[in-house]
């Protein structure tokens, strides 16, 4: 519907394992960005990328990290994980003159 | 004042009722505004935008007040259907499309 998709849907992960997620977008969306919603919380922004280069990062340390490919499909990258990075991770791709971002289904993401 | 502040919730209204959210943003610059709605374990999806005085779509309105910094979002005659979280979000003024979002004022429509 929104043409975001993103993989895996569900992960379950340890403490200090590294993970990584995939997001794509049709073409013509150049902007991704990723949040991540805790539970009961509205999503934070994570990053954004934009024609490859990072556009502006939130308050997420840097074992958080990103990339955006030619074909404008994006990974988050989380080094060393923690408890509390279990959360929804969702990327939303915009390309628009009206700002307007639009969301994949979002990976959940279980740290034990 | 946090960047974007909602009504608590939750709200608990029966099928037909009107129901009101309002939702607070600290920064003045901001230009236009979104309403996302969220159902349980979904991803955001937009509602509705607002760049102006407030939109309209359906049962559904939104409203704009710059110099008290609050946006409004009335549902009328709300279907069970409606049952969901509605995120309030405000995107960056600093450049690039950062959005911040509110915590979510959750709705249930009754019979």
């Known amino acids: 519907e929104t043409g975001v998709t993103q993989s895996p849907t569900h992960l379950i992960k340890t403490r200090g394992q590294q993970v990584t997620l995939r997001c794509s977008s049709q073409?013509?969306?150049?902007?991704v960005s990723w949040y991540q919603q805790a539970l009961g919380q509205g999503p934070q922004f994570i990053f954004q990328y934009y024609r490859e280069e990072e556009n502006g990062r939130g308050n997420f340390p840097p074992r958080f990290s990103g990339l955006q490919f030619p074909n404008y499909s994006s990974e988050l990258n989380v080094n060393a994980l923690e408890l509390d990075d279990s959360a929804l991770y969702l990327c939303?791709?915009?390309?628009?003159?009206?700002?307007?971002?639009?969301f994949g289904p979002g990976t959940r993401l279980t740290v034990l | 004042r946090k960047e974007v502040e909602q009504d608590p919730g939750p709200f608990n209204v029966p099928e037909g009722a009107t129901v009101a959210f309002n939702c607070t943003y600290s920064n003045s610059a901001s230009q236009s505004f979104f309403w996302y709605r969220q159902d349980c374990r979904k991803e955001p999806k937009l509602l509705m935008s607002v760049y102006s005085s407030g939109n309209e779509d359906g049962r559904f309105t939104a409203q704009l007040n710059r110099a008290s910094q609050y946006i409004s979002l009335l549902i009328r005659d709300s279907k069970l259907s409606d049952s969901a979280t509605y995120l309030c979000?405000?995107?960056?003024?600093?450049?690039?499309?950062?959005?911040?979002f509110g915590t979510g004022t959750q709705l249930k429509v009754e019979l």
């Open positions: 939303a791709a915009s390309g628009g003159a009206l700002n307007e971002q639009f």
């Open positions: 073409s013509g969306h150049n902007t």
């Open positions: 979000v405000v995107p960056n003024t600093g450049g690039g499309n950062k959005l911040t």
